[in-house]
């Protein structure tokens, strides 16, 4: 349930990291997303990795660092100015991608410990994972939904 919530939260300060930051800003930030899903699994796990997983996230952000930041500029079409808070945000943002990722290889560690006697351990799969992290973040989202009053809004606009 805590990694649906992670999910959502980061889904959340993303978006509103989009009302002080740039759009490419925004994208450029979260393609970094590899990293700290990698670092907070690296943590949470206790897991090690090989030298090849390490070089593999490292080539693959920093490709798509280069990639997004090679992009012609079009005219008219320039960044905009970006403020400390806006990239405060996609920063925890990115913490809350990372923390979702540890979260959900907890969980499948855990489903092995807790199936000890079996000749073959059961495994959730990558689908399963994702169908209950975002089945709880659905809940998550219903909840402050309509806690913050915006489901009655919603029901009304629709109504009109």
């Not at 805590?2 to 930051?21: C, D, I, K, P, W």
């Not at 959900?104 to 199936?115: G, H, M, P, S, Y």
């Not at 659905?138 to 009655?152: D, F, H, I, K, N």
Request: some cysteine; overall charge positive; hydrophobic content about 45%.
């Amino acid at each position: 349930f805590v990694s649906g919530g992670t999910q959502m939260f980061a889904m959340a300060l993303s978006n509103e990291a989009l009302r002080y930051v740039s759009y490419p800003t925004q994208v450029l930030g979260k393609s970094c997303k590899m990293v700290p899903v990698f670092i907070m699994g690296l943590l949470m796990t206790k897991k090690t990795r090989s030298i090849s997983e390490f070089l593999t996230v490292g080539t693959v952000t920093v490709g798509v660092v280069v990639f997004n930041m090679a992009a012609p500029v079009k005219p008219g079409k320039g960044g905009g100015s970006d403020s400390a808070y806006g990239l405060g945000l996609i920063v925890a943002s990115l913490v809350l991608d990372g923390l979702t990722g540890g979260i959900q290889d907890r969980v499948k560690e855990k489903l092995a410990e807790i199936n000890p006697g079996t000749d073959k351990k059961p495994k959730m799969t990558s689908f399963e994972s994702m169908f209950y992290t975002n089945i709880a973040g659905a809940v998550v989202a219903l909840v402050l939904c309509v806690g913050s009053g915006q489901m009655q809004e919603g029901i009304a606009l629709c109504q009109a």
